[in-house]
């Protein structure tokens, strides 16, 4: 009798042990498979004030539901309609178009050759927040409104320019 007893208790530790690799093993598979949508996180992406900025990102945009990511600084909203990397590169002064959104200065950049895609880098703060809008999605105001407030507390250094800030050759 004890010996069954024994094999009891060896058959129900190795189906509970099991079930916790099971579980587990879906779990990590869940989190692996999180869709990232061709996103890579920007280099100081892990950074604390980074956590702290993400965190903040808005739930949705324009009807688009915030997408699950791992990535550290990533927001990531409507199949990846609406992207943001906080920890990218702060640009350097550029002539490329700039606008102020509620005091948070953004840069256009260039998306590539033949993309449809509105790329937008904070200006002056560090770290630097990237938004990339996709041609499909035509709430670009109001991702630069919230992503503004989200940005905000990010100390100012510097300033966009405009035309009438430089000045004219003698």
């Given amino acids: 009798m004890k010996a069954s007893r024994g094999g009891r208790r060896v058959r129900a530790a190795v189906a509970l042990g099991g079930v916790g690799v099971v579980v587990g093993g879906v779990l990590v598979a869940r989190e692996v498979s999180a869709p990232d949508f061709g996103i890579e996180a920007a280099s100081a992406g892990g950074t604390p004030q980074c956590a702290r900025i993400a965190r903040a990102y808005p739930d949705g945009f324009g009807g688009r539901r915030r997408d699950r990511t791992s990535l550290p600084g990533v927001g990531i909203w409507g199949d990846g ?9 702060p640009p350097a002064p550029t002539p490329d178009a700039c606008l102020s959104v509620d005091g948070v200065d953004w840069v256009w950049r260039p998306a590539g050759p033949g993309s449809t895609r509105r790329v937008l880098v904070t200006y002056g703060r560090d770290p630097a927040v990237e938004v990339t809008v996709s041609g499909r999605f035509t709430g670009t105001d109001e991702v630069l409104v919230a992503m503004s407030r989200v940005v905000r507390p990010v100390t100012q250094h510097g300033k ?7 000045p004219l050759p003698g």
């Fill in 81 to 89: 309609d609406v992207t943001a990397r906080c920890g990218v590169e």
């Fill in 160 to 166: 966009c320019i405009g035309d009438q800030d430089v």
